[in-house]
């Protein structure tokens, strides 16, 4: 597995995208704008990129338990109702739910969710 890790100019790092795929990853460093969009994602002025080649069980999750068990229903397909009804929450708990997730694994769609998951051995 690829991992991306940011360094910020404050000296500090974090994981910001990994991927089993090497094409999909090569072509996510290649799309145009890619280093101010993370930076404003992320809300820092980023150093440099690197790229680390990990087994996928060492890469941590940085989602928490209860949005890594979302994150899995909405990878199986289940709706946002059924989500809520699942786990005793508002519906508009389960689409802050979603898009937090979104926004930690950096993807745009319950697909790449679900890719991403896999990816990293989490379904």
Do not use: W
Not at 56 to 77: D, F, H, M, N, Y
Not at 81 to 96: D, E, G, N, P, W
């Amino acid at each position: 597995m690829k991992v991306l890790i940011a360094h910020f100019k404050d000296g500090t790092s974090q994981p910001v995208f990994g991927c089993v795929n090497h094409q999909v990853f090569d072509l996510y460093l290649d799309s145009p704008n890619r280093i101010s969009q993370l930076e404003v994602q992320l809300g820092k002025p980023l150093a440099r990129f690197e790229a680390l080649e990990v087994p996928a069980l060492q890469v941590p999750t940085i989602l928490s338990p209860r949005e890594l068990e979302i994150a899995e229903e909405i990878s199986k397909g289940t709706r946002p109702y059924q989500i809520s009804r699942l786990f005793k929450l508002s519906v508009r708990t389960v689409h802050a739910y979603r898009e937090r997730i979104k926004e930690k694994l950096n993807v745009d769609s319950n697909a790449e969710i679900a890719l991403n998951l896999r990816d990293r051995g989490l379904i």
